[in-house]
């Protein structure tokens, strides 16, 4: 999964092929893969959910 500024959305590499004109199976729907609370949060959260966000991303 990518995390951007803005957007979340799934990482998914095997879709690059088509940019490159090569064939490319259709994959099957996977439903949701980015979980629903991701989408709740905001740019105006307060600190202590930005430290808990560079926390999940630290390895």
Do not use: C
Request: aromatic residues 8%; charged residues 20%.
């Amino acid at each position: 999964m990518l995390l951007y500024d803005i957007a979340v959305e799934a990482y998914s590499p095997q879709r690059v092929m088509r940019q490159f004109g090569l064939y490319q199976e259709v994959p099957v729907p996977l439903g949701e893969t980015v979980p629903p609370k991701i989408h709740l949060q905001n740019r105006k959260a307060d600190a202590s959910v930005r430290r808990n966000i560079f926390a999940k991303m630290t390895p």
